[in-house]
């Protein structure tokens, strides 16, 4: 049981529903209120729903009818998974924050839609402050007095954010191509930007993200003053590819047809989905070997080299802080350093799974602690890679964060942080090709969210959510960072007790750990004792996994736990890897034609894996190390058993 001293005690509803008493009585106080608010909007106008009709039979029967469609709904539900227990050690998912649960439920009373503040005057505000809240944990500049200034907004989720990321990279690394096709067929030149008759693509390609938005800004503020600005801008937006679509802008310009967008062989299949969206198609994606399960720069350059002799343009980098399988953190501060030798692709971070870890690298002001700060209360982390890595992300040009993942929030909320708010400008639908506003227009346009982003209407309650969490626990090292501390933690202990567990195993199996972690996500790989076959050894350890996955026709009570899994293929390990996990495990590891190799997957995101379940047990992660146990040596006797008849 958590100590009452536990700083984290207060802010989820806890597994046993401890704080049940607070849920229950502030929630009833809050929809009460709701109920106040809408009785006393117009209270002199007659009640449109009258008393008598109270008490007709066809509005009881509406009432039975919807109680009993409820009790159905709830019954159903009890099938649910129960990731909100310590037993629960599978997917991106835990406990909510019980500040933005309730945060939620009751602004979903008020149905604010942030597509636009008409409809949503409180919320979009809030969304907007989330976004602020976000980029400044990642260290960006919030300030709109100066240039850049980021912008964060939410999403559906991580596939919609970096959709979305894809689709401003687009729009802003092909703007200055459709800007010489503008003037040349014009014979209108801006002066003072780099875009010159005899530009190339390969030299307009080369321009930076940031660049090309002072670009925009000046063809905007060159056709507001000069007589020619009309004619320009009119061709300008003929030949943007938001008018002409993929396919004919890449006939005006052939190199792109064979456009790369470079990911990690890690990389999640949301950037598959994302480049058939956009018209890229699969064969656009471009996989970086990995080492470790994380891309370096090394790799990344060499990958880069072999694009430009093939004379494929590069659309964008996607580095990944989090990977969903592993939990690695790509060294985002190499692949920044890479960009200044191969100037121009789009850097962004695909932070889905471990955006909200640079918490715990910030302080209360915001500033970058350093690592020794950081290392407090940790046995490994975080490595100096990392820290290099989560210093950088303030200078991708942008990053997915889930709050739904690492935030504790229902899902519903992903997001979307840009490091210069003018790219919106780019997509923006309200007066396109236009760059520049009104002075002090700035800060009140984005409030019509939906004209520059992605999605249209979408709930505000989400944004409500995420603000009141990260207002009672700000996205600091003191604050959320304890949170994360805690996951952190965790993992670490996990891996402190596998030296042991290894032991108790050995009379039955092998057992490595793949990737060293990174963060809070761990996996595990079995090999019985004396099996050289991969497949045998894969087909051990999906049996042992069915002791721990889900089925939708088994009681969940009947699981003592519950993880997840995934299959690392071969091609993504590197030679070394390849020799020592063979190594741990005693298999060969050569063969191409292998599948790859079967994992268990944990993640570590409940705040109460340390906590004892009971008697005789110290921690859940020890509970959990016991039943492996058994289940490995139920599972070793029965295949014994079964061979041997
Ligand atoms: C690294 C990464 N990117 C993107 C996603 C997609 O996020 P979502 O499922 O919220 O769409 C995930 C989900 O696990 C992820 O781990």
Redesign the pocket.
């Known amino acids: 049981m958590a100590s009452m001293t536990d700083p984290l005690a207060p802010y989820f509803l806890g597994a046993y529903g401890e704080n049940n008493d607070f849920f229950e009585k502030t929630l009833l106080e809050l929809v009460r209120d709701h109920v106040f608010w809408r009785r006393n909007f117009h209270p002199e106008d007659e009640p449109p729903i009258g008393t008598h009709d109270q008490y007709g039979r066809a509005y009881l029967d509406g009432l039975a009818r919807t109680r009993r469609e409820l009790h159905q709904l709830t019954a159903a539900l009890k099938r649910s998974v129960p990731s909100f227990h310590p037993r629960y050690l599978g997917h991106?998912v835990s406990d909510l924050l019980l500040p933005g649960l309730i945060a939620q439920l009751v602004t979903t009373l008020y149905n604010p839609n942030n597509i636009v503040e008409d409809v949503a005057p409180i919320t979009v505000q809030l969304e907007l402050e989330v976004g602020r809240q976000l980029a400044r944990m990642l260290g960006m500049s919030v300030d709109p007095g100066r240039e850049p200034c980021a912008l964060g907004h939410l999403t559906?989720?991580?596939?919609?954010a970096?959709d979305e990321a894809l689709w401003l990279a687009r729009s802003a690394r092909l703007l200055p191509l459709a800007l010489r096709d503008a003037s040349e067929a014009t014979g209108v030149w801006i002066p003072e930007v780099p875009v010159r008759p005899g530009s190339t693509d390969v030299e307009l390609l080369a321009i930076g993200a940031d660049e090309v938005l002072s670009v925009a800004r000046r063809v905007s503020s060159f056709c507001a003053r000069d007589p020619r600005g009309t004619e320009l801008l009119a061709a300008f937006g003929t030949c943007r590819v938001e008018e002409l679509g993929l396919a004919a802008f890449a006939d005006r310009h052939p190199s792109l047809k064979r456009m790369a967008l470079v990911v990690p062989a890690t990389?999640?299949y949301?950037w598959h989905k994302a480049a058939s969206l956009l018209g890229l198609g699969g064969a656009a994606l471009v996989e970086v070997p990995v080492r470790q399960a994380r891309m370096d720069g090394a790799r990344l350059e060499a990958a880069l080299s072999a694009l430009r002799g093939d004379g494929r343009p590069v659309l964008a980098v996607v580095g990944?802080y989090?990977?969903?399988e592993f939990g690695t953190l790509d060294s985002v501060h190499e692949l920044l350093a890479v960009r200044r030798r191969f100037p121009g692709f789009w850097l962004h971070v695909?932070a889905?799974?471990g955006g909200y870890l640079p918490t715990l690298f910030r302080d209360r002001q915001g500033g970058l602690l350093d690592r020794d700060a950081v290392r407090e209360g940790f046995r490994y982390f975080p490595s100096e890679r990392v820290h290099r890595a989560t210093a950088a992300l303030a200078e991708a040009d942008s990053v997915?964060v889930?709050p739904?993942?690492l935030g504790f929030v229902p899902f519903g909320a992903?997001a979307l942080v840009v490091r210069d708010r003018r790219v919106l400008d780019l997509v923006q639908q309200e007066a396109p090709y236009v760059f520049a506003s009104p002075p002090g227009e700035d800060e009140r346009r984005y409030r019509k969210l939906g004209r520059y982003i992605l999605e249209g209407s979408k709930p505000g309650a989400a944004a409500a959510a995420c603000y009141v969490n990260h207002r009672v626990l700000p996205l600091d090292h003191e604050h959320f960072g304890k949170l994360l501390a805690r996951s952190v933690q965790t993992c670490e202990r996990l891996v402190d007790r596998i030296a042991g567990l290894r032991e108790e195993l050995a009379p039955w199996v092998r057992l490595s750990i793949p990737f060293e972690p990174d963060c809070n996500l761990v996996c595990l790989a079995f090999n019985p004792k004396d099996n050289r076959s991969l497949r045998a050894a894969n087909a051990f350890g999906r049996r042992l996994f069915a002791t721990i996955d889900v089925r939708p026709d088994r009681p969940v009570q009947l699981r003592d736990f519950f993880g997840s899994c995934t299959t690392v293929p071969l091609a993504h390990l590197g030679v070394e890897e390849l020799a020592r996990i063979g190594d741990e495990l005693q298999l060969e590891l050569t063969r191409p034609d292998d599948d790859g190799v079967f994992l268990f997957r944990h993640t570590l995101m409940n705040p109460w894996l340390q906590a004892s379940p009971g008697p005789g047990e110290p921690s859940y992660i020890d509970a959990y190390c016991h039943f492996l146990v058994r289940q490995v040596k139920l599972q070793s006797e029965a295949t014994k058993a079964s061979s041997a008849s």
């Open positions: 991106m559906s989720g991580g596939t919609v970096n990389a999640h949301s990944v989090g990977t969903t695909d889905a799974w997915t889930d739904h993942k992903g």
